[in-house]
């Protein structure tokens, strides 16, 4: 268990988007509860055996529960026992691959006249491709700071400072893509209460 940690701690890599560097280590975390369960299983007819096995099912069935309730994003981090639901997006990069921007742009509808200036933060340009063929041939792709409309996920963005390991002790500040364009959401993709991706009219820029 504590490979991956130090593996981390002594890395020269910079390591992002939570554990996808380290999901090798998975079936290692996975060989003490599969012993577990196959020494209960086996021993059965013991009383404790029987009480230890209330509290795993339990567990099981609220797994199941969340791994269905996800569906189809379950390499998302949206554990329900992480805090404040309004605060989860600024503490994970949930959807950090943007596989929910393919929902999201199924559910967009807006003007096909009128020219509108459009951006991405934290999703891929490529998104531009599937709009064009919904028909919105009328897209002006541009930077989020002179767009009208966003399509964003939270995806973490440098505002100040320099990430550089050996720079001075210069300040670095960060915010995510929700954060940093402020407006009126017209359509979210959400699962477990939590947004995944989000098609926004900016009205604002905060501070970055």
Not at 42 to 69: D, G, Q, R, V, W
Not at 103 to 126: D, Q, S, T, W, Y
Not at 171 to 192: A, P, T, W
Request: net charge positive; glycine share 4%.
């Amino acid at each position: 268990m504590l490979i991956p940690i130090v593996i981390g701690y002594v890395s020269p890599l910079i390591i992002y988007d939570g554990m996808r560097h380290f999901l090798w280590s998975i079936p290692y975390f996975c060989i003490i509860p599969g012993l577990t369960i196959y020494f209960l299983i086996k021993n059965f007819s013991s009383l404790k055996s029987k009480l230890s096995l209330i509290p795993l099912l339990i567990l099981i069935a609220y797994f199941l529960f969340s791994f269905f309730s996800v569906t189809p994003y379950q390499y998302t981090y949206l554990n329900l026992f992480n805090g404040n639901i309004e605060s989860r997006y600024q503490k994970f990069e949930n959807d950090y691959w943007g596989v929910s921007i393919k929902e999201l742009v199924k559910n967009i509808k807006f003007n096909k006249n009128k020219p509108i200036n459009i951006a991405v933060c934290g999703a891929h340009p490529r998104v531009f491709k599937h709009l064009i063929k919904k028909g919105y041939t009328n897209l002006i792709p541009t930077k989020p700071q002179l767009a009208d409309y966003i399509i964003m996920t939270n995806r973490t963005s440098l505002v100040s400072g320099n990430l550089t390991i050996e720079s001075t002790n210069e300040s670095v500040k960060l915010m995510n893509c929700f954060d940093k364009f402020k407006g009126e959401d017209i359509f979210s993709v959400k699962r477990n209460g939590l947004s995944l991706s989000i098609f926004r009219k900016k009205t604002n820029i905060s501070n970055w």
